[in-house]
């Protein structure tokens, strides 16, 4: 059975910093690639970021470029998101995703974390 269990969300001001963690099992986390996502209230859920399966190849939204960092340890079956210079735009759920190899869409999803950055 799948799991990917996120934390490190929580309440920051604007301007600040949060690592995010996604702890994943049941799968052979060093094939996939791991992605995350975020939906703010009203709205659906988009595309934040995402690595291949060894960390060398990261793609980010637009919105996060040159803000969030994605990284992962396959020792520790982890990803990461680091965000900084947070804007209260940022704020929502975010999830983490797991693609398998050679597929187009994300098949396991996390729960969630609440990011809320306050102005």
């Known amino acids: 059975q799948v799991q990917l269990v996120e934390s490190g969300g929580g309440l920051v001001q604007a301007g600040g910093s949060l690592r995010l963690s996604c702890a994943a099992s049941g799968l052979s986390f060093n094939t996939y690639t791991m992605g995350w996502f975020r939906q703010a209230p009203g709205k659906e859920r988009e595309f934040v970021a995402q690595?291949?399966?060894?960390?060398?190849?990261?793609d980010y939204a637009e919105s996060v470029k040159g803000r969030f960092t994605v990284s992962r340890d396959n020792a520790r079956n982890t990803v990461y998101l680091q965000m900084s210079s947070l804007k209260p735009e940022d704020t929502g759920v975010y999830y983490c995703?797991?693609?398998?190899?050679?597929?187009?869409?994300?098949?396991?999803w996390g729960q969630g974390t609440q990011v809320t950055v306050s102005s």
């Open positions: 690595c291949n399966w060894s960390g060398s190849s990261t």
């Open positions: 995703t797991a693609r398998r190899p050679m597929s187009s869409t994300y098949a396991y």
